[in-house]
């Protein structure tokens, strides 16, 4: 009914506006008799109409395309924090207790003092070489691991679904394969069921889906961090005292 009252008021304001642009026409005539110059004016201004429209076109369409692209965009970020609330910090905190290849992430201990540029760095060093991830446990923990890594994804599947479901997360490529490679891994350890047989073999294999997770998780930390650095600089020192790279970090302040 709303939208039938909407369309009515545009065609009696175009009726309206149309009946002014004839009055105003005619008086000019009327009163200057100049017909010739009327309707010359009125052909070079309507050849000018497709003109108009395809600059005006093309101009806003980009405009509006950009403005709801960085609105997206932002949206995604906003998500991305609540995803290292939920799950991405505890995940990060657990693989890096057991990686025995820290060099890619020892300097992820403490961000205090990073700008702009040295999350940038960073960015690219982890685009180009990634993050090496080796599980070193010995066997006889291996149990407990991978029932606390298990459970973690268990206790946020459905979270996890909930953002892979998410359109506006066809609009970041990374985030959205880690998602995938997340649920690539809950599935993987929720069809073995018991992991007290889990042989050499098969933790191996298990050790190429975590470095995976490991490896996105990483860089879009990294890259969550950067957006709050830039955009909300009160927001990233609790991302700070919560690092999950940083085994005494501590959510109070202390300075």
Do not use: Q
Request: proline share 2%.
């Amino acid at each position: 009914m709303r939208e039938n009252n909407d369309r009515s008021w545009k065609i009696r304001f175009a009726i309206i506006m149309f009946a002014l642009a004839i009055i105003i026409f005619l008086a000019r005539y009327l009163i200057f008799g100049d017909g010739k110059e009327i309707i010359a004016y009125l052909w070079k201004h309507i050849g000018f109409i497709p003109i108009d429209i395809l600059i005006v076109g093309f101009l806003l369409e980009g405009i509006m395309g950009k403005k709801e692209h960085e609105a997206v965009l932002e949206k995604i970020d906003m998500l991305m924090g609540t995803f290292f609330s939920e799950i991405g910090n505890d995940l990060i905190a657990e693989l890096s207790k057991v990686n025995a290849n820290k060099i890619n992430t020892e300097n992820l201990k403490d961000i205090r003092n990073w700008d702009e540029k040295d999350y940038d760095n960073k960015m690219k060093e982890l685009k180009s070489v990634g993050v090496d991830f080796k599980a070193d446990i010995p066997k006889e923990e291996r149990e407990e691991f991978l029932n606390r890594i298990y459970s973690i994804l268990v206790e946020r599947r459905e979270f996890l679904v909930n953002l892979i479901n998410n359109p506006n997360l066809l609009e970041k490529d990374e985030f959205s394969s880690l998602l995938l490679a997340l649920l690539h891994l809950d599935e993987e350890l929720s069809r073995r069921g018991e992991f007290s047989d889990i042989r050499d073999v098969d933790f191996n294999h298990l050790n190429g889906d975590m470095k995976r997770v490991y490896s996105k998780l990483v860089y879009e930390w990294v890259c969550y961090l950067k957006y709050l650095y830039k955009y909300y600089p009160y927001m990233i020192s609790l991302a700070i005292r919560t690092n999950p790279f940083d085994t005494e970090a501590d959510v109070h302040v202390k300075e």
